[in-house]
């Protein structure tokens, strides 16, 4: 009987437990099927995506995730032991990379995981990390948003990035933004160097921000898909979808509070500008449309950002009455961790934090008349980090940055006006400024007013954080307007405390259910309203007077501050009408304002199937006949061996070369003896621009000998003394004299251009 007692109880038992967990899974597992949905819609081979999902399962999540639980002291849920742990996954691949591609084993990367892996199976004290139980579960309601948040932004990229950039060109006609090839040079060269040089020029070091491409490169080494399907299909959306995961646990742990987190990420990849033009111009600077796929650094940088803000969070001191288990001491490892990966994933990240720390510092002083040995701890922790990147890893190059305040809104003002104008203009463009880019963060000062200023010094560091953004963006300027960085750097502490202020206020509204219901669902309406009406008003502003393109701006702020003041004198009106509507005005006011920049994202798309990879950005042409003798090269040579070849120009402008040509180190991913120069560190900045000449005369000479004029001498010089073994003419330049032929085998040829080998 107690057998059959034993075998009846089990299917009731474990039906239930085997139905909530399949329910709880839902929502990451329905995210997962769009985001594949969406890459095998535009190509991507199934078995690469197979592949991928293995390499982050195994490779980055498993490892990460054991980490990570050892070092935080209790567990608190599931997704943020994987969202936390990917970071930390991403991290340990880092090191691991360096280290196997430094003794010349990048094709045995795939093993490093067994480093993590073996010791938490074979130590006891480790071997619970296996298995843990949560005692908390996240909200069905915030997975299913933040799922919403992640499917809403992949069809973003469908439509700007994917759709318009095929894994390899298809045909003559093919555009491409100008950075991304320079970015999957990168790549390549990360596949088997550190530290990396610059591609274009072989021998020349790099001083630049890259660790974010070397993941890219682990990302190929490790899973073996082939690295432009990584570049331009899988790493893009899956670093977006990990940083949206990542601002909502990193959001509710250190608010304590659920939504907080999940509006954090709606604010950051779903709303977009306010601008209110055509979506092509993007004034001053974008903070995440355009630039999650134009610079993928950025949106790695993130990845390894948030989780530093929670462990410093942690440091500094956390808000008061949030039920969230501590990080405790591990949250020194783990801002020790994501501040050494940080140094060089993004120049922009450790600035804004170690300036966050000084005003956490400063106010806490001033206000508390002490300050805690931790933030001064943090504080040098983070100062060693930059004095690290800037010695180290930028060898103190500037890279352009100069102290230029207000460089970055100077183009908007027209010269020879009064003082009286000047002062309303300047007035005017920096209102346009905080628009555009900070009006997603209206729920900060919310919160300012709640708190009658008194914030915790969690809050402070956030503050922080997102002031320092904008202010070293106003202060310093870049000739290629790189200084946005910081800006987009700052906005990750500032979507937090943005959204810490509207759920503050939300919380004080106290909406029953059917309130919350209506809110979404006028919220939604408002976005799409305001998004049909960008639409159908876009148009081409002029460039003349200087001032006209914020324009468009600035009359829609007007209009839509004209209708808020409408709303507010009828506001007691409509509360006699419907009650309910009292004491909530202010939650639909900041909702409304948080939103008003929905249709970004939206202009954004649909202007790159106008104009496309970037809009009004500079494009390069990137013919099907160029990437196939790169790939050939690629597939038929050693990743020490150098090319040569005869294109250096984007353009030649009134005899002045336009040095910012890639494709060749991009698709061969093989340095190359001389290249397009414009982008080493030691020409960014120079007064010509991507016009000033190559530094080197004699190896330029050498160079296009090769092609123009080649002699046994001359071949044997550039094979010996700098390694060429190969030699790409592009004919549609210049066509290759016919001695090469007899000086060097010829190996591919298509319609346009011919890869020899050196003898």
């Not at 919380?507 to 939604?524: I, Y």
Request: charged share 15%; proline share 7%.
């Amino acid at each position: 009987m107690t057998t059959l007692a034993t075998g009846d109880a089990a299917p009731s038992a474990v039906g239930p437990r085997r139905r909530r967990a399949a329910v709880r899974f839902a929502p990451a597992l329905a995210g997962y099927a769009a985001v594949a949905a969406v890459l095998l819609t535009t190509g991507t081979p199934a078995p690469d995506l197979g592949r991928w999902t293995a390499y982050a399962l195994l490779a980055v999540l498993l490892p990460g995730t054991l980490v990570f639980r050892a070092l935080r002291r209790r567990p608190h849920t599931l997704v943020e032991d994987l969202a936390m742990g990917a970071a930390v996954g991403l991290v340990l691949e880092l090191t691991a990379w360096a280290a196997f591609t430094a003794v010349g084993a990048p094709g045995w990367l795939r093993l490093w995981p067994l480093a993590v892996l073996a010791p938490f199976a074979a130590v006891p004290a480790l071997r619970r990390h296996w298995r843990v139980r949560y005692d908390t579960v996240a909200p069905a309601g915030w997975a299913l948003a933040l799922t919403a948040v992640v499917a809403g932004f992949t069809l973003y990229l469908y439509e700007s990035f994917l759709t318009v950039n095929p894994v390899l060109p298809t045909d003559e006609g093919q555009a491409q933004y100008i950075d991304l090839a320079f970015q999957l040079s990168l790549a390549g060269a990360a596949t088997h160097q550190v530290p990396l040089e610059v591609p274009q020029v072989a021998g020349e070091p790099l001083h630049y921000h890259w660790f974010g491409f070397a993941h890219l490169a682990a990302t190929s080494l490790v899973s073996g898909v082939d690295l432009p399907t990584v570049f331009f299909r899988l790493a893009v959306p899956a670093l977006c979808a990990l940083a949206a995961v990542l601002v909502a646990v990193v959001g509710w742990r250190i608010t304590g509070r659920p939504y907080a987190g999940v509006v954090a990420a709606a604010l950051l990849f779903t709303v977009g500008e306010f601008g209110f033009e055509n979506g092509w111009r993007q004034l001053f600077g974008t903070q995440a449309t355009f630039i999650v796929w134009g610079s993928p650094s950025m949106t790695y940088s993130w990845v390894l950002l948030l989780p530093l803000i929670a462990a410093l969070g942690e440091i500094v001191g956390r808000a008061r009455g949030v039920a969230v288990p501590p990080l405790g001491r591990g949250a020194w490892v783990l801002a020790a961790l994501f501040l050494a990966a940080s140094t060089g994933a993004k120049a922009s990240t450790v600035p804004v934090v170690l300036a966050a720390l000084a005003f956490t510092a400063v106010l806490l002083l001033a206000v508390r008349r002490r300050l805690p040995r931790a933030v001064l701890v943090a504080a040098g922790l983070t100062l060693a980090a930059q004095v690290f990147a800037t010695a180290v890893l930028f060898a103190f190059e500037s890279h352009g940055i100069t102290v230029d305040p207000f460089s970055g809104l100077r183009t908007y003002l027209p010269e020879g006006r009064s003082a009286g104008v000047t002062v309303v203009l300047w007035a005017a463009v920096l209102l346009a400024f905080l628009l555009s880019l900070q009006l997603r963060l209206a729920g900060v000062p919310a919160l300012l007013r709640l708190r009658r200023g008194r914030l915790e010094p969690v809050q402070l560091l956030l503050l922080g954080g997102a002031l320092a953004g904008p202010a070293i963006y106003l202060l310093v300027g870049h000739p290629g307007s790189s200084n946005q960085y910081f800006t987009r750097t700052g906005f990750a502490f500032g979507v937090l405390l943005s959204a810490w202020g509207w759920v503050e206020v939300a919380d004080r509204a106290a909406l029953s259910a059917r309130g919350r219901l209506l809110l979404g669902v006028g919220t939604a309406g408002f976005a799409v309203l305001l998004t049909a009406v960008q639409l159908g008003s876009a148009t081409s502003t002029p460039a003349i007077p200087a001032y006209a393109p914020v324009l468009p701006l600035l009359r829609w702020a007007v209009a839509l501050t004209l209708v808020a003041l409408l709303v507010a004198l009828c506001w007691p009106a409509l509360v006699g009408r419907w009650p309910g509507l009292a004491g909530r005005g202010g939650l639909l006011l900041l909702t409304a304002v948080l939103v008003a920049g929905a249709p970004g994202l939206v202009m954004d798309a649909a202007a790159a199937r106008q104009q496309p990879n970037g809009g009004a950005y500079p494009v390069v042409p990137m013919p099907a006949s160029r990437v196939e003798a790169a790939r050939w090269v690629h597939a038929h040579s050693d990743p020490d061996d150098v090319v040569a070849t005869n294109v250096h120009c984007r353009a030649v402008v009134d005899g002045w070369c336009d040095a910012r040509t890639f494709w060749l180190s991009g698709y061969a991913e093989r340095a190359v003896l001389v290249e397009g120069w414009a982008f080493a560190p030691r020409m960014v900045g120079l007064p010509e621009g991507p016009y000033a000449p190559f530094w080197d005369a004699d190896r330029l000479r050498a160079n296009d000998a090769a092609f123009t004029a080649p002699t046994a001498s001359g071949l044997a010089a550039l094979r010996d003394r700098y390694g060429v073994r190969w030699l790409v003419a592009d004919r549609g330049v210049e066509p290759e004299s016919p001695t090469l032929r007899t000086l060097a085998d010829l190996r591919f040829e298509n319609s346009r251009t011919a890869v020899y080998r050196l003898r």
